[in-house]
């Protein structure tokens, strides 16, 4: 057997260009739970773009394709600078973040805020990279890098795989200076093993539009800042879910040093919270957000030193075991480990899971080793 097998080997090995890299990177797994079925760019011919420009031509195009990253992507100083008027709301010390004054919001929603005559900012970051229909995006071991924007997917796009990749340094000392990843309008969307660090606003947003199945799994979301809304290292903007009509499994995410928003759940949001971690937190902070309108299940999660899992809780929460009839199995206890309190008992919630619930592991505390870019 172990013969044949090097006998195939050499056959490709000598149909390939003698200086071709034989290792290409395809999408490893698949989507588990909403997203399940998500096939992306599928079996198009791979390309790999070598400039800004390429990757921008790709992404937006309406070919089915998969795009390799072997490279990062500097967007920082491609649509060069704008200036505008900001504000101070959350104090006006080094470490606070400082409010770009976009659509009044300083004027209309922080009046009493000291303001800021001048802020100088890169104009890529404030809106992410259009993103087509029928794609998929995967970085080769670590060097997949998209600095200075983001990726949007809006519009009704469907069909996107993201993997293996790291959204990085948009405009991160400024409020609405962008976005990491937007999906607005869409269905079949998966990102995973994607990291994201140093975002302006949100790190992931789902925004008000009907983003339909969404699954987020193995990713690393990391608020790791010099500069923030409580003026501390810790990011508040982590992922916000407002569609209007989201179902959405996050799994096996690496959630760390951030103080809110990990996440913020409303909208009409039908959430599968499995086998995530959260760790480093800020201790004047808090993990979950859940308005009304969230139906959320979380199981197999762990808290580590997470003093606020859940700050407000107006939405739906189950956090029992007790899933065999809707399931088809028991759900898994989440483990907190000197944290506060996380409990629901909205049992009403699990018949929104019953056919696309992924599995849940019982033990989530290998995630922060195996979350994020280069890790598959
Ligand atoms: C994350 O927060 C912890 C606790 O405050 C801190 O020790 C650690 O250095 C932070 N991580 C990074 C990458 O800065």
């Known amino acids: 057997m172990q013969r044949f097998v090097i006998a195939l080997l050499g056959a490709s090995a000598a149909l390939a260009a003698p200086t071709a890299s034989i290792k290409r990177a395809t999408v490893s797994g698949s989507a588990e739970g909403f997203a399940a079925g998500v096939t ?31 490279q990062e992507f500097d967007f920082t100083d491609s649509e060069g600078t704008t200036t505008s008027a900001g504000c101070s709301p959350w104090g006006t010390g080094s470490q606070c973040q400082i409010a770009i004054n976009q659509n009044d919001w300083c004027t209309n929603y922080e009046p009493d805020a000291p303001t800021v005559s001048s802020i100088t900012y890169n104009k890529a970051g404030v809106e992410g990279i259009t993103v087509a229909s029928d794609k998929t995006i995967i970085g080769e071991g670590s060097k997949g890098v998209i600095k200075g924007k983001g990726l949007r997917m809006a519009n009704g796009v469907s069909n996107i795989i993201i993997q293996n990749i790291h959204v990085t340094e948009i405009n991160p000392e400024y409020v ?38 969404v699954t987020i799994s193995n990713s690393e979301i990391d608020g ?16 916000l879910f407002l569609g209007s009509d989201d179902q959405v499994t996050f799994k096996g995410n690496y959630i760390h040093n951030t ?10 949001t039908v959430l599968h919270a499995v086998n995530n971690y959260w760790g480093n937190i800020d201790p004047t902070g808090h993990a979950f957000e859940i308005d009304s309108g969230a139906y959320i299940l979380a199981e197999g999660n762990t808290f580590d030193s997470v003093k606020t899992p859940v700050s407000t809780l107006e939405g739906k929460l189950y956090t029992g075991t007790d899933c065999s009839s809707a399931l088809g199995r028991a ?46």
């Open 40 to 70: 992306g760019g599928g079996d198009a011919t791979a390309v790999t773009p070598t400039s800004t420009d390429e990757l921008v031509s790709y992404l937006g195009d309406s070919e089915p394709r998969v795009i390799i990253l072997n």
């Open 224 to 239: 790791t800042t010099s500069w923030s809304a409580q003026c501390n290292a810790y990011h508040y903007w982590s992922v």
């Open 259 to 268: 103080s809110g928003r990990g996440p913020k759940v409303g909208g009409k």
């Open 331 to 376: 759900c898994v206890e989440n483990t907190l480990t000197g944290s506060g309190d996380f409990s629901g008992t909205a049992s009403d919630v699990l018949s929104s899971f019953s056919s696309k619930a992924a599995a849940a592991d019982k033990d989530a505390s290998g995630v922060p080793s195996s979350a994020g870019i280069g890790k598959i």
């Open 176 to 213: 609405w200076g962008g976005d990491g990843i937007t999906i607005d309008g869409a269905d079949m969307i998966w990102i995973d093993h994607v990291k994201t660090s140093l975002i302006g606003r949100q790190h992931i947003v789902l925004g008000t539009e009907s983003s339909g199945k």
